[in-house]
């Protein structure tokens, strides 16, 4: 095999959110078998100061993606195109995409998320593997349903020319990536494509282990957490209707209760819900294993959620007991491990019931555990991507 060019949206490393998790793993995946160049966008000074990992051989360019969301749109508006796209076009990744692929041999591309998409070169003798992980047009319709005004015109625009976007990719590339079957069967549904399936996310259970070495963070003795990137929507969305409509219901049968809301870069609607009796809001901390270990219940109540959520599955393997909203669990072969609720009214039971009862919040964790640990090893869930990356060049059109 030659080499492989690997885009992505944001720097998959370190791994310490949702979606650079994802990228971190395929990526090391992908240098098992042969060597791999790295181009990606950096949204965060911290990403641009990091070193790459030893097992990253391939040549590497990390450029800033600072352009405004007011810039993005404009030209979203003026060139008729998606702002999920304008966002993400760079004149300085365009030239180190044609600069790599004109000094080395690139068999494969494999473009990770759907904004990469947009420097694929005009054609491909190469083999392309396009990882869309979630099928964002579908959460933009979501959003469109939700807003009112010019939000919702905005978001509906969006949603009808991304998945257009979404559509002639998929007809041009060799493969098309989701993280579950339901994503990709939605996928197939709404555009008619073919070659689609799902690759999985898993989880280090030796990493993410109540055994393993890490400090554990001074909670109340009763708390329940939620783990996230708190500037992110549905996460705001979420434990904003947790602490305003659920938590209240938990403290009128369990007055101790405490919701912890951990991650970083909490928006300000998130610091406001701290006000509120019970509320923690943490910011970003060292190790999210911490918050794990020390909480009784762990919640994930998204409204909005597409495919595997990874703070789930965090939970299920530091063996702690998880409650989630429908949209949240769907992606997530559980076995009835987890708590699964349709409302408010079904979460703050299930939540209050596992508060009352340890031994058998205990128990839940513990299966919760084994579960990941038979379903959702990395090497199991990444072991198929082997065969779609190996298929060969292809012939040009």
Known sequence: MSDILFLAHRVPYPPDRGDKIRGFHVLQHLCGHTRVHLVAFADDARDLEAGPPAWLTGERKVLWRGKPRWRAVGEALLQHRPVSLTAFDDAGVRDAVADIMARHAIDTIYVFSGQMAQYLPPTLPQRVVMDFVDMDSAKFADYAAAARGPSRWMMAREAKMLQAFERSIAERVDASLFVSTAEAALFRTETGADRVMAIENGINTQVFDPAADF???????????????????????????????????????????????????????????????????????????????????????????????????????????????????????????????????????????????????????????????????????????????????????
């Open 215 to 397: 400090a554990r963070a001074d909670a109340p003795d009763e708390v329940i957490v939620f783990t996230g990137q708190m500037d992110y929507r549905p996460n705001i969305e979420a434990v904003t209707w947790f602490a305003q409509a659920i938590l209240p219901q938990i403290r009128a049968r369990r007055p101790q209760a405490h919701f912890a809301i951990v991650g970083r870069a909490p928006a300000q609607a998130v610091k406001a819900l701290a006000k509120l009796p019970g509320v923690i809001v943490t910011g970003e901390v060292a190790d999210v294993r911490g918050w794990l270990a020390a909480a009784s219940v762990v919640v994930a109540p998204l409204r909005l959620a597409r495919g595997i959520q990874n703070k789930v599955l965090e939970a299920m393997a530091m063996a702690r007991p998880v409650v989630a909203s429908v949209p949240a669990a769907e992606g997530i072969a559980h076995a009835g491990t987890i708590r699964v609720g349709a409302d408010a009214a079904e979460i703050a039971g299930a939540v209050s019931a596992l508060l009352a009862d340890r031994d058998a919040a205990a128990a839940l964790g513990q299966s919760a555990r084994a579960q990941v640990q038979r379903r959702y090893s990395w090497a199991a869930c990444l072991a198929p991507l082997d065969t779609v990356v190996a298929g060969g060049a292809r012939q040009a059109a």
